[in-house]
């Protein structure tokens, strides 16, 4: 290719033109002199960050020329600012990267980079940032529309408000955030508005505010340019919180500086019903509040007016469960005030039981007895009867002959024979006290009695009250009888007009529970458990056996606590022998008696408390507690009467929100008739 003069002399002006920019750009190491003219705009990115030395990332929708020149001179962060401002007012934005980078992207592209967050302000140009501001006393929902319309939306600005912890988080320029964030401090402040307290003498704090509020509304619907004072009542101590502009806050305390006067009468009269305390019950702690109050106010030398004037009178009217108070307004607050939290539903426990008492005993018994003829004996108190005795009653139970001696009378001696018939009354009563086995032999005159015998006793107490009681109250259950006992005889003179006092006591399984339910869900329960049963007759009256448990425990509501255990267990062994005899081994066994005897007796009570909080609840327990009632009387029905194949088993009705209660005996009998006529 061949070079004209005329190209020559171009490429020539295009060098002149480049060497011209370069001079007039950087004319030191610290200042720059920028002159561009219809210059390419990535060109002109590309001179400015070999200028500074900085990598930069041009995006590929940034096209444009530029012209712009500076006669100033220029140090490096002005220039870098320069820089800013040129592609700001392109529309465009320049993101600093963590490692330095620069990108060069369109403005409405920059919100969704990667924007640092800054706090303070380290930077008031051009930059890309991102600022989180609390805001204290505004609501941000509010403030978020009024910075949006001076944010710059199109440039890549964002506002963004955190409701839920009043925060707003702001994107865009550094110099239209700092803006921004300095209009939020501004209207903050502005919100910050002084809170007042007007304590009142005579009127309720509750009232007193209904009546402003009213006012206010009504002035507000008039004229809607400030918003009207904000008012709170704190009836504990009878004051209103007034909060707000400093004049909005002097017009409403005067106010009610105006309207809190004393009242013509020196008191009134209020009739107050009561939903779950007794009237009776709250009389003496009322009178006792209105006590103490009286008194403070003597301590304190309140001069509203002269406490002798100020007598309070609370009764209660038991059959509608109100109480009639008459006192002075304030007293009357601060009465109707204990009442409201006292008057309260309580909680209820419903305490489920298992009393389980078992007893084992087991004994063996094994002798020889030994006898004569004649009646003679061993006894080890054994419980057989002696062998003489049994002798005895054996030989009367048999015939026997009976040879008889006469003399007539010429003196003639005559026998006969009879035979007596025997006689087992004697022998029945010795062998039906006996236990075991018994078997004797008799030979040549002597005679021999072996016993033997085991027991195994094994007995099982179980009981599973349910209590249901309110919170702090003692419930009670008992299931048994009621054993007459002596007390006392008396007689008269000469053994005239004799007699006995008799006291009645409770035998059987008793149960005594007070629930208190403590914080957390916890109850505790102050529990007497009592099993007592008639041992039996003794010579002076009966004795009767008795195990209790009293204690206090701390159970959570549905936990289950096991109270009592091992009671006794008692072995016994004995041996009752003949000396010497009784001493030789193996032989030995026939002269003597063991006895071996081992008894063990355990009571287990396990207590499970449930805290019933409402009536679903309780509806919900007693839902499942009848329907288990009715499923046996159900299956009992099915079962059918033993020799009554017609006859039916009595049931429940089925469960409803209104228990049906069983017919009259008229409505019975109406129904009864009816049957046998449709029959």
């Known amino acids: 290719m061949r070079l004209t003069s005329r190209d020559i002399l171009k490429g020539l002006g295009i060098t002149l033109f480049t060497l011209a920019f370069s001079a007039s750009s950087y004319l030191s190491a610290a200042e720059y002199s920028p002159n561009f003219k219809d210059t390419d705009i990535n060109e002109f990115i590309n001179i400015v960050g070999k200028n500074l030395r900085r990598t930069i990332i041009v995006d590929p929708n940034v096209r444009g020329k530029i012209s712009v020149r500076s006669y100033d001179l220029l140090n490096e962060e002005q220039y870098y600012q320069f820089f800013l401002n040129v592609l700001q007012v392109y529309d465009f934005a320049v993101v600093e990267m963590p490692s330095g980078i620069l990108k060069v992207v369109r403005s409405k592209d920059a919100k969704t980079s990667n924007i640092p967050v800054i706090e303070g302000t380290p930077f008031d140009g051009d930059e890309m940032i991102t600022r989180v501001v609390p805001v204290y006393n505004v ?8 910075l949006r319309q001076l944010n710059d939306q199109a440039g890549g600005g964002n506002v963004v408000s955190h409701d839920a912890s009043n925060v707003m988080m702001l994107t865009g320029r550094a110099a239209v955030v700092n803006r921004l964030v300095e209009i939020i401090e501004r209207v903050d402040r502005a919100g910050d508005e002084e809170v007042e307290i007007v304590k009142l003498k005579f009127a309720s704090a509750s009232e007193m505010v209904r009546i402003v509020e009213s006012i206010n509304k009504s002035q507000a619907n008039q004229n809607n340019a400030k918003a009207a004072p904000r008012l709170v009542a704190d009836d504990r101590t009878n004051s209103v919180i007034v909060s707000g502009d400093i004049k909005a806050r002097q017009r409403i305390i005067n106010l009610i500086e105006r309207m809190d006067q004393e009242l013509q009468t020196s008191g009134n009269t209020r009739v107050i019903f009561l939903n779950y305390a007794k009237a009776e019950d709250l009389v003496q702690v009322l009178k006792g509040v209105s006590a103490s109050i009286q008194a403070e106010e003597q301590g304190t030398g309140s001069n509203r007016r002269s406490t002798a004037n100020r007598e309070v009178s609370i009764d209660a009217h038991e059959d509608s469960n109100s109480l009639v108070i008459t006192a002075e307004p304030d007293m009357m607050r601060s009465l109707e005030e204990v009442i409201r939290q006292l008057d309260v539903r309580r909680a209820q426990v419903q305490v489920e039981a298992i009393i389980v008492e078992v007893f084992e005993g087991d004994g063996t018994t094994f002798g020889v007895q030994w006898g004569s003829e004649a009646g003679g004996g061993t006894q080890f108190t054994n419980g057989v009867a002696p062998i003489g005795a049994l002798g005895v009653a054996a030989y009367r139970a048999s015939d026997r002959e009976v040879t008889r001696t006469t003399t007539t009378a010429n003196g003639q001696v005559v026998e006969s024979t009879d035979t007596i018939e025997g006689d087992v009354t004697a022998l029945a009563q010795l062998l039906g006290g006996a236990n075991g086995l018994i078997a004797g032999i008799v030979d040549g005159g002597w005679g021999a009695v072996v016993q033997a015998v085991s027991n195994d006793t094994n007995s099982n107490i ?6 249901t009681t309110m919170d702090n109250e003692e419930a009670f259950f008992i299931v048994g009888q009621e054993v007459p006992i002596i007390t006392g005889t008396t007689t008269g003179s000469n053994n005239a007009n004799p007699f006995q006092t008799v006291d009645r006591q409770e035998v059987g399984i008793k149960l005594k529970v007070t629930p208190q339910i403590n914080e957390g869900d916890a109850v505790q329960l102050l529990i007497e458990q009592e099993v007592s049963s008639v041992s039996g ?16 425990v701390i159970v959570d509501d549905g936990g289950t606590i096991v109270l009592g255990g091992l009671i006794d ?3 016994q062994e004995s041996i009752a022998k003949v000396p010497l005899l009784g001493d030789i081994p193996i032989l030995g066994h026939l002269f003597k008696t063991t006895s071996s005897t081992k008894r063990k007796r355990n009571l287990m009570v396990f207590i499970r408390p449930v805290i019933v909080r409402d009536g679903v609840t309780m509806n919900k327990i007693s839902h499942r507690k009848y329907n288990f009632i009715r499923a046996q009387q159900l299956n009992r029905q099915s079962e059918g009467i033993p020799l009554m194949p017609n006859a039916e088993g009595p049931s429940l009705p089925e469960w409803k929100d209104e228990l049906i209660l069983p017919p009259s005996f008229e409505e019975y009998l109406q129904s009864k008739d009816k049957k046998e006529q449709e029959q």
Do not use: C, F, M, Y
């Open 537 to 552: 007759a003794t010579a002076v009256d009966i004795s009767i056996n008795k195990r209790e448990i009293k204690t206090t």
């Open 139 to 146: 609501p941000v929902r509010e403030l978020a529309p009024i």
């Open 462 to 467: 179980l009981a599973t009250p349910h209590l």
């Open 569 to 571: 267990e008692d072995v």
